[in-house]
């Protein structure tokens, strides 16, 4: 297994464009988690999936962002319109629920850069 | 959730130990002590956790006062691969609900000099 896998690594894009990123969890993972990660601040949690189910969504992901995880393995994150502001490294992790104190492993994540 | 404070800069020589303090005043009975750390340009990844007990892994130790209300993380030897943001996150014991998520801060950049 090669942990937590996302592409791109990086993606530039022009302001007003839409945007897509994929993430591969763990094989045996059901829960999939996004989070968005700016210069000096700690991970902020955006939204979580157990299995095709999207369990929870923060106040952060606005109605530009859209996270799916269709057949309850790999997931993807959209943002429509980007902004400069949406300017992050956007981080995925898996997990399995129910398991003793739940680790998240993370992938390497996706630096976005909104000219 | 409970919040945690952690410096947000510390420096340690190569070789020698490294306590990275945590306060949590806090503190809920059922919540776990979780850390994890961030080298450059990597994702978070996964420490070490306790309750009550002080805890040890091939990583690192997790020191926890008798109140809860603070902790300590040991890094025996630090190397300079061990440099990196450390992140201190309680988390509620009550696995497989709803708060699957973690917390993060800002954590403690530890730099390590030859």
């Known amino acids: 297994d090669t942990g937590v896998s996302q592409n791109p690594r990086h993606k530039i894009t022009k302001r007003g464009q839409n945007v897509t990123f994929r993430c591969d969890p763990i094989?045996?993972?059901?829960?999939l988690y996004w989070y968005r990660q700016t210069l000096g601040q700690g991970p902020e949690f955006l939204t979580y999936f157990q299995n095709e189910a999207q369990l929870e969504k923060s106040r952060l992901l606005s109605d530009r962002f859209s996270a799916e995880r269709p057949k309850g393995s790999f997931s993807t994150l959209e943002i429509q319109r980007t902004e400069q502001g949406d300017s992050a490294m956007y981080l995925c992790a898996s997990s399995l629920a129910w398991t003793e104190h739940e680790k998240l492993f993370f992938g390497s994540g996706t630096q976005l850069s909104v000219l | 959730d409970a919040k945690t404070t952690q410096p947000n800069s510390m420096e340690s020589n190569e070789e020698e130990p490294v306590h990275l303090p945590c306060n949590h005043s806090t503190i809920s009975g059922t919540d776990y002590i979780h850390w994890y750390r961030q080298l450059p340009s990597q994702g978070p990844e996964y420490v070490i956790h306790g309750l009550t007990s002080n805890v040890n892994n091939r990583m690192a130790s997790l020191a926890i006062a008798e109140d809860r209300k603070s902790s300590t993380l040991i890094l025996h030897r630090a190397t300079l691969r061990d440099a990196a943001v450390y992140y201190c996150i309680l988390r509620d014991g009550d696995y497989g609900g709803s708060q699957g998520n973690l917390i993060f801060g800002k954590g403690t950049k530890l730099s390590v000099k030859p």
């Open positions: 094989s045996e993972h059901n829960r």
